[in-house]
Structures are given as structure tokens and as C-alpha cells.
């Protein structure tokens, strides 16, 4: 859960606009009370909201379209039961 986006507030928002995002979630319906209790709860407490904030700076759909894609990467072998187990200890053959 994205406290952030449940309470539709930005990283740097204060207490007091994080309680009056409550307050407004609570009028608007779209997340139920607990979530709503959750995500105020993880934004109040200091190193709670240091750890959203940091997981939640994360541009993930970004993140997800930098990768490469792993379609067909298997498509030469057939299955994953042809691959091997490589370990540290592993010497050319």
C-alpha cells in the first residue's frame, strides 16, 4: 500500500495536511477507514514516513521499462529444466 496515494498527499506534506487528507478520505469513501488508519499511522510516525518516502520515490513503471525483457529468453532452451546451476566454485569447461 502507497500511503501517499491513499491519502493523495505529496512526500512533503505536513501533519497537518496528512489528517486533513484523512478527514477527506473518509468523505470521499474510495479507501476504507483502516487503510485510511494505516496510511496516516505510516506518514506521522518519523521513521515509518523516512522508509515511505524512500521506497515510494521509486518510479517503478520506469523501472519496469528499463529492464529487459524476458520474453523468449527461454525460447532456445525450451524449459527451465535445462538450465544449470552455477556456482562461485564453477570451472570453464
Not at 506534506?13 to 468523505?27: D, L, Y
Not at 528499463?66 to 535445462?82: E, K, N, T
Amino acid at each position: 500500500m502507497n500511503p501517499y496515494t491513499v491519502l493523495n498527499v505529496d512526500p512533503h506534506a505536513t501533519k497537518k495536511e496528512i489528517i486533513q487528507a484523512v478527514a477527506r478520505g473518509m468523505r470521499e469513501k474510495k479507501y476504507t477507514g483502516r487503510e485510511l488508519a494505516q496510511a496516516q499511522k505510516m506518514l506521522l510516525d518519523p521513521v515509518s514516513a523516512a522508509v515511505q518516502e524512500f521506497i515510494h520515490c521509486i518510479h517503478w513503471d520506469d523501472v519496469r521499462r528499463s529492464l529487459p525483457s524476458l520474453d523468449g529468453v527461454m525460447s532456445d532452451r525450451g524449459s527451465i529444466a535445462g538450465l544449470k546451476r552455477l556456482s562461485i566454485g564453477d570451472e570453464e569447461a
